[in-house]
């Protein structure tokens, strides 16, 4: 096999260090699968897709499904073929050896977790504790992302025993959305008409399919940090396939049966009007006298652990790059005290709390799918390129297909060609110009330092 590279393109040295635990077994990697993509995309953006696309609201959520699937096939070869952590970052580099494209990469990961971190944090205040109390709803995101910045100081017992707890609690508030709908089905409420109608808007139904899927989309990403779990799997390469699809396909079975709820239940009109409450005003509408306060506090926990867990990525992602001397070595400081990487911590969080301060939820939502689609898009190509790699042990493989549709839909559904709205672009292109200044400051410190060692050396 041919020898492993770090994010910097540098070999590392003879490994000291103990490997992971590996206590993740089947059951727990797909629960792990589940709840990573269960969360703020279908809390928070129904409304919005509806908007986009009419009452047909189940097609884009079909649609995002099938195109992650594709993808999902990808991460399933490499993972089986390099059953490590790193997930998109170590493929890339491995796939084309350009440490630029690999730390770009890699920021974009961070800056998806930033976007989707922020738009949990809009949901949380301005959607599901307006149910509580009536305070300005920037008030308490930027409070939101302070907290969060607090516990991550602090330090969190991370254990994917307790994912499955967190998983149940956010799968139960879907269960609620689709058993009110299947009820109010059998009472006569409800309208089939609407599945089949589209809002174009004045543009083609391809337009506002493809505008929706782009949004939508959002709510199927997750699946690919499970590869990051890959250490600590007993035999990653037996059981990923397996827990992979079965969870993405639970995943996508929930989300489309709660997109054909709202959709019978809600005129499209009213599921726009209502936004991030979209699926509160579907419980309101299929069930009259259900406490929408329990299912608020459902959605205050859903969202929540969602935005800590990316987070966490986020500055984790950030202290690792500072740790591969590709950013400046001072974002990988830790607190004597909390071991925690404290200088990340306020980097990522400053950067969230502007983002929720000036950025609506629909255009967070939306850059954060445009990001990872970028970087699927890469992904999808590499593991095409990583077929001249031979390793020893057998693995998974997709059929060459599957890969190829992959890049092609990924690249499509990121391309202003899917109707995607310029906001999105720019948002996602300040945060990359944030990642090229912090490499750019880097390398020239580094030029300095070997100058300056090169002078005394004579």
């Known amino acids: 096999m041919a020898s492993?590279?770090?994010?910097?393109?540098?070999?590392?040295?003879?490994?000291?260090?103990?490997?992971?635990k590996r206590a993740i077994g089947p059951k727990l990697l797909l629960f792990f699968v589940i709840g990573d993509i269960l969360g703020t995309g279908i809390y928070a953006l129904t409304g919005t897709v509806a908007g986009k696309v009419g009452g047909a609201l189940w097609v884009p959520f079909l649609l995002a499904f099938v195109v992650a699937f594709l993808t999902a096939f990808s991460y399933l070869e490499l993972v089986g073929k390099y059953p490590r952590a790193a997930g998109a970052a170590l493929y890339t580099n491995r796939a084309f050896g350009i440490p630029f494209l690999t730390f770009m990469v890699a920021f974009a990961v961070m800056s998806s977790g930033l976007t989707s971190a922020s738009s949990a944090a809009q949901a949380f205040s301005g959607t599901y504790l307006q149910q509580f109390v009536s305070v300005p709803a920037w008030v308490i995101a930027i409070g939101f992302i302070v907290l969060l910045a607090l516990v991550n100081y602090r330090g969190v017992g991370e254990s994917v025993k307790a994912n499955v707890v967190l998983t149940c609690v956010e799968l139960t508030g879907l269960l609620i959305v689709i058993a009110v709908g299947f009820l109010a089905l059998t009472q006569g409420k409800g309208d089939p008409g609407r599945l089949v109608e589209f809002n174009t808007q004045g543009q083609t139904t391809l337009f506002a399919i493809t505008s929706a899927t782009s949004l939508a989309f959002f709510a199927m990403v997750g699946f690919e940090d499970s590869v990051n779990m890959a250490e600590e799997c007993q035999d990653p390469v037996r059981i990923f396939p397996r827990s992979m699809l079965v969870g993405m396909g639970v995943a996508g079975l929930i989300y489309l049966l709660v997109a054909l709820t709202s959709s019978l239940l809600v005129p499209v009109d009213e599921l726009k009007g209502a936004g991030g409450g979209a699926l509160l005003k579907v419980v309101q509408t299929g069930a009259e006298h259900f406490p929408l306060k329990l299912f608020a506090f459902i959605g205050l926990f859903a969202v929540s652990n969602s935005a800590l867990i990316n987070m966490l990525m986020a500055s984790r992602l950030v202290y690792g790059m500072a740790n591969e001397r590709i950013i400046p070595r001072q974002f990988g400081r830790v607190h004597p005290l909390r071991r925690t990487p404290w200088v990340s911590i306020l980097f990522t969080s400053a950067i969230a709390v502007v983002l929720v301060s000036t950025v609506d939820l629909a255009l967070l939502g939306g850059t954060t799918s445009l990001l990872l689609l970028a970087v699927f898009t890469i992904v999808n190509i590499a593991v095409l390129v990583l077929r001249r790699e031979k390793v020893e042990h057998r693995h998974f493989r997709t059929p060459t297909a599957v890969p190829i549709l992959g890049a092609v839909t990924c690249a499509y559904l990121a391309s202003p060609l899917s109707g995607r709205p310029g906001k999105e672009y720019l948002i996602a292109g300040v945060l990359l110009l944030v990642?090229?200044?912090?490499?750019?400051?880097?390398?020239?410190?580094?030029?300095?330092?070997?100058?300056?060692?090169?002078?005394?050396?004579?």
């Not at 770090?6 to 490997?19: F, L, R």
């Not at 990642?435 to 050396?457: E, I, M, P, S, Y």
């Open 4 to 20: 492993e590279t770090t994010a910097s393109g540098a070999t590392p040295g003879p490994a000291a260090q103990p490997e992971l």
């Open 435 to 458: 990642g090229l200044a912090l490499w750019g400051v880097n390398h020239l410190f580094l030029r300095r330092g070997r100058t300056r060692a090169g002078a005394l050396a004579e």
